[in-house]
């Protein structure tokens, strides 16, 4: 089986166009680097060609999507969602256009390309327009089930991809759960709130944790927006300390979000794992999580401050 | 469906008391874009009284030819039109524009006011959705035919000359754009803000068929758009010399009243030239 993001987004889209001639497909001249190949071939009348030109490209799918198509993009991150945010604001999500946005290489995981690539703020900026759905995928399994899901459904989507390589999480998927979050990991001690490619090594820092005898809840947020608050209070309070953990700035994430949440119902000791305030570089996706703190070390150190600052030990 | 034909006389009769609305509507709101909305009025009302297929009956027919007003500031000329012709009342426009909880946006939200077909305001953006609707119709063979108005400070924006590039490589024929080269932009004159040099040449080098008309000749408007839409293999663009201001003799070339509310005095005065 395949454990590429990009030939999850191909398989994915090729059994959307199946089911459904509506949906168009548009990409800024990375539908080669995408390895969309199987899919023009098969929907040739399915995709549209844009060019290096993503501001019109998000203008076209405003005006496809208002004559009855269902335009899905497909791009990098940083040019999908953050080159052309003023037309996905103004014409995408303001009128609440069926337009679906389908980002690949996000966050430090983009490695060697550096940091002009890697979209460390997506999450931030999308989860800010109003009835725009916000997801990540962790693995193939996921990207499958979330494209054909987000397809499925009317209204603007934006899902966050990794690059390439895609740690396998999940067996397979039969539906998505209405709730936006899959638990993963049962445990008392403390709560893990992670999304996308950081999922495999935080459930890599909980089989850790619990070799030292603390046991870690894993909850996968898939959908950051909407966010299902009542499990994220409800495992706040049962453990009573919380760590988030994202390939994203900490601030307006995953975490920031979940932070948003807690503080007014649920005040508790959270630890943030992700980017801090700086940009990226250059560098193999190891190499990068290792210097900017996003291992499964990392994760198990903030577990640890997050017990220790729990009120009442 | 499209109108039945309306004679020359009463176009400028309707393109007379269309713009009596558009100075109404901006005094009483106390806030608008005068300058432009009268420029762009007699290409409007060349478009919309004859000319584009649309039923206020039927806001939503699917069939429908549509028309995006990219240059969205403009937006109460448009208004004044749709209420015309019954997609709504004058009195309801006239009581909501700009106002509080009302369908009658500073800029169009196709969301809230019957007769508009794409939300617009940020400049640029708009002829991107026309050129989106316009593949939509090509390749679902749906026939409708797409219209779009932008302004000549509008081009300034890179999306429009992407847009101008996706149009012609896609080769949307069934798309018409107008110019509305009134010469003049929120800061001045355009050859002093950003002097887009020929602008018939840059549209023609983009692949474009290109039309030199006069902004004010209704029936030369009226006949460049049937003769655009009826040209095979390219998208179709009207260079439409325009004044802004135009029909209040105070108000033409006068970058004051781009943005400007007129005085009680200058809303007197401009309603007499009007009348």
């Keep these: 089986m395949s454990s590429s993001f990009r030939d999850a987004v191909c398989d994915a889209l090729i059994a959307s166009a199946s089911d459904n001639p509506s949906v168009m497909v548009l990409s800024p001249d990375v539908a080669r680097a995408l390895r969309l190949e199987r899919f023009l071939e098969r929907f040739p009348n399915q995709y549209v060609s844009v060019g290096i030109s993503e501001a019109n490209m998000v203008g076209s799918a405003a005006g496809l999507a208002s004559v009855g198509y269902t335009p899905v993009i497909v791009g990098f991150s940083m040019f999908v969602a953050e080159k052309p945010f003023e037309q996905i604001r103004n014409v995408v999500a303001y009128p609440n256009l069926n337009v679906k946005i389908i980002a690949t290489h996000s966050g430090l995981c983009v490695g060697q390309d550096g940091a002009t690539h890697q979209a460390t703020e997506d999450i931030a900026v999308m989860r800010m327009l109003p009835g725009f759905r916000v997801l990540a995928a962790c693995d193939v399994p996921q990207t499958k089930a979330l494209v054909s899901d987000m397809v499925r459904r009317t209204g603007p989507a934006y899902l966050r991809l990794g690059r390439d390589k895609a740690i396998p999480v999940y067996s397979e998927i039969g539906s998505v759960s209405e709730r936006g979050a899959d638990v993963l990991r049962d445990g008392d001690d403390v709560a893990v709130f992670t999304t996308g490619t950081m999922v495999p090594y935080v459930l890599e820092a909980s089989a850790a944790l619990e070799r030292e005898g603390i046991h870690a809840s894993v909850v996968n947020v898939f959908s950051i927006k909407p966010m299902d608050e009542d499990i994220v209070v409800s495992f706040a309070r049962r453990c009573r300390c919380v760590v988030t953990a994202e390939d994203h700035f900490i601030a307006g994430g995953l975490g920031g979000a979940i932070c948003e949440v807690l503080c007014a119902r649920c005040p508790s000791p959270v630890e943030r794992v992700g980017v801090r305030d700086t940009f990226g570089e250059s560098g193999s996706q190891d190499d990068l999580y290792i210097k900017y703190g996003l291992t499964p070390s990392d994760v198990r150190d903030a577990a640890h401050r997050a017990i220790s600052r729990r009120v009442g030990g | ?275």
């Design chain 2, 1 to 275: 469906m499209r109108d039945a034909p309306v004679s020359l006389r009463d176009l400028e009769r309707k393109a007379r008391y269309l713009r009596r609305w558009v100075v109404e509507l901006i005094y009483a709101a106390k806030s608008g874009h005068l300058g432009g909305s009268l420029s762009i009025m007699d290409m409007l009302a060349a478009l919309y009284y004859g000319v584009i297929r649309v039923d206020p009956a039927r806001p939503d027919w699917p069939g429908r030819d549509r028309f995006v007003l990219s240059k969205g500031h403009t937006a109460p000329a448009l208004y004044a039109v749709l209420a015309d012709k019954g997609f709504f009342s004058k009195e309801d426009l006239f009581d909501g524009y700009r106002r509080i909880n009302s369908i009658f946006q500073g800029h169009p939200d196709f969301k809230k006011t019957p007769g508009l077909d794409m939300s617009a305001g940020s400049l640029g953006v708009g002829l991107s959705a026309a050129c989106g609707m316009a593949l939509g119709a090509a390749r679902s063979g749906a026939g409708f035919l797409v219209y779009s108005i932008v302004g000549d400070g509008e081009t300034n924006e890179g999306e429009i000359w992407e847009a101008a590039m996706f149009a012609a490589h896609h080769r949307l024929d069934n798309l018409t754009v107008m110019i509305d080269m009134n010469g003049m932009q929120n800061d001045g004159p355009t050859r002093d803000v950003m002097d887009m040099g020929d602008m018939s040449e840059k549209w023609r080098s983009f692949g474009w068929s290109v039309r030199d008309v006069d902004g004010h000749s209704l029936a030369d408007i009226q006949a460049a758009l049937r003769d655009a839409s009826a040209s095979r293999g390219r998208p179709g663009v009207l260079i439409c010399r325009t004044i802004k201001g135009k029909g209040v003799s105070f108000m033409e070339n006068n970058i004051h009243f781009h943005g400007a509310v007129p005085t009680r005095q200058e809303y007197e005065a401009a309603m007499r030239e009007l009348s």
